[in-house]
């Protein structure tokens, strides 16, 4: 067997060992585009595609890959990374191997500076007309920072992506950077953040914010008057473009055509992209193919509806940030009710405000059921534990006083510990309640089966997917 088959068989084995071990969507990311080089003696050496990606391996992964490493060659084995690193955007790239154990020295990423002179004549279509000199107001609105936004499983990826290309705008693995999702999730809170970041760590360099739609309009009138080249010009001179929303670019060929050439100036120039999507790449549509393959050169991260936990902590955050105070069991009910994005998610907490100070009342729980039912999804229907407890049981297919016994068969077990967590997420009732209501339980065997729940969760995938059903059956009752 040749060498190269031995290394990939072993790497391949690790793989599999991997993915089960992490979410689906950070294997896609982090290691399906590693490749497995060589192996000497006990030394397994893979190449990864910049010297980022390995920092991000060894600060989030080293455990696990020296285990599975030492799994398949042994208690001695060891691990190398063989890193692509960028000389210039017109060379080919060059590779250094860095041992896994941190102490290898990292060689620095090569670039050619490429000079940009700033041409007085060069029309700005974010200023009034005549301006003299190019100043660049980048678009930014100051409030959109890191520091004010919220990180999540639902955002995680996304965000330590954009927290590094402001720290090397134009100097990862990631450019361009695409952030995608659904409307209200955050993204334009992020691209601006991180536009924001750049201009503090960096603040002679050139950053624009741009929505599509304003792009396309800018285009249109450079047409019109007869002023393409300064149109394009002031773009290939920015350090780094934000460009909001590039889903409106289908069926706008033109439009299309001048960005690519933008696209690739900037690239070339070692320049930052960073883009937003309703979609990733592979699903949008009406774009020409050439745009969409440079859309997929650097990393599409997504961002997901945020789970409870974040959304509890987008409103607490807003909260602090205006100065006001809300019941904990308020803030849980709004949050709990309240799941297709954060847009409707602070506006229902805006309008609760509202109500309470235009009607002179103090919030509580009461007063936000009845004023928040234009905006809360199934505010008309009180969950009960009875409810939680038939609907657990016809899912599993166990009778109801069953799951009140003392048995320990391990399916019983599985739906009495699932109905106590959906009991103490979805109603009021009191842990103690909650105990007697599972056969005369006390509150410390609630406790302990919320917590139970909560780990089969985060380690075991079909669990996890038992209990999502379940949630959506509730949410449609």
């Known amino acids: 067997m040749s060498i190269e088959k031995t290394c990939t068989n072993v790497w391949n084995n690790c793989l599999q060992v991997i993915k089960d071990n992490i979410p689906a969507r950070s294997f896609a990311t982090w290691f399906e585009p590693i490749k497995a080089l060589r192996i000497e003696g006990d030394v397994l050496t893979i190449q990864v595609p910049s010297l980022f990606f390995y920092e991000w391996l060894e600060e989030h ?15 001695n084995a060891r691990l190398e990374y063989n890193i692509v690193v ?30 940009v002179a700033l041409n007085r004549d060069i029309k700005n279509p974010f200023v009034i007309p005549g301006l003299q000199k190019l100043q660049v107001n980048p678009q930014l609105n100051q409030n959109y920072t890191f520091d004010n936004f919220i990180e999540g499983d639902c955002n995680r990826l996304a965000r330590s992506a954009g927290y590094a290309v402001a720290q090397k705008p134009g100097g990862t693995s990631f450019n361009p950077l695409m952030v995608y999702g659904g409307v209200g ?12 970041e750049i201009k503090k760590n960096f603040p002679d360099k050139l950053v624009i914010y741009v929505s599509c739609e304003k792009f396309c309009q800018q285009f249109v009138d450079s047409l019109k008057n007869r002023t393409i080249n300064d149109f394009v010009n002031f773009y290939q001179v920015m350090d780094v473009i934000i460009m909001d929303d590039v889903h409106n670019f289908a069926g706008k060929e033109k439009t299309q055509d001048i960005f690519f050439h933008i696209f690739n100036h900037l690239h070339q120039s070692g320049k930052q992209v960073i883009l937003t999507s309703d979609q990733p790449p592979k699903d949008l ?5 050439r745009l969409l393959s440079r859309f997929k050169w ?15 902590a987008i409103l607490q955050k807003k909260m602090y940030s205006d100065g006001i105070e809300l019941p904990y069991e308020v803030v849980e009910y709004v949050a709990n009710n309240i799941d297709n994005n ?3 998610l602070e506006g229902a907490m805006v309008s609760l405000l509202a109500q309470s100070t235009l009607n002179k009342k103090e919030i509580d729980l009461d007063l936000a059921k009845s004023m928040l039912k234009n905006f809360i999804k199934n505010s008309h229907k009180e969950i009960s534990i009875e409810y939680i407890q038939k609907l657990v049981c016809d899912y599993f297919e166990v009778p109801v006083e069953m799951v009140k016994s003392k048995t320990r068969k391990r399916e019983i077990v599985q739906a009495r510990q699932i109905s106590m967590y959906l009991a103490k997420s979805y109603t009021k009732t009191s842990l103690k309640s909650i105990g007697a209501f599972f056969g005369g339980r006390d509150h410390s065997t609630v406790i302990y089966a919320c917590q139970t ?13 038992y209990v999502q059903d379940i949630q959506k059956k509730l949410k449609l009752s």
Do not use: C, W
Not at 61 to 75: A, D, H, S
Not at 101 to 111: F, R, T, V
Not at 285 to 289: A, D
Not at 298 to 312: K, W, Y
């Open 285 to 289: 549509s009406g774009l020409v193919e």
């Open 61 to 75: 992964y080293v455990n696990l890959l020296r285990k599975t490493v030492k799994q398949q060659l042994g208690e």
């Open 453 to 465: 729940v909560v780990d089969l969760i985060e380690t075991d995938k079909k669990f996890k997917s």
């Open 342 to 344: 954060v847009r409707e």
């Open 86 to 115: 960028e000389k210039s955007s017109n060379s080919n790239p060059y590779t250094t191997n860095i041992p896994s154990n941190g102490n290898g020295a990292a060689g620095s990423k090569q670039s050619i500076p490429v000079p």
């Open 185 to 196: 999730l955050g993204k334009t809170h992020l691209v601006q953040a991180i536009g924001n």
């Open 298 to 312: 650097g990393l599409s991260a997504d961002m997901q509806i945020p789970d409870l936990e974040t959304r509890m």
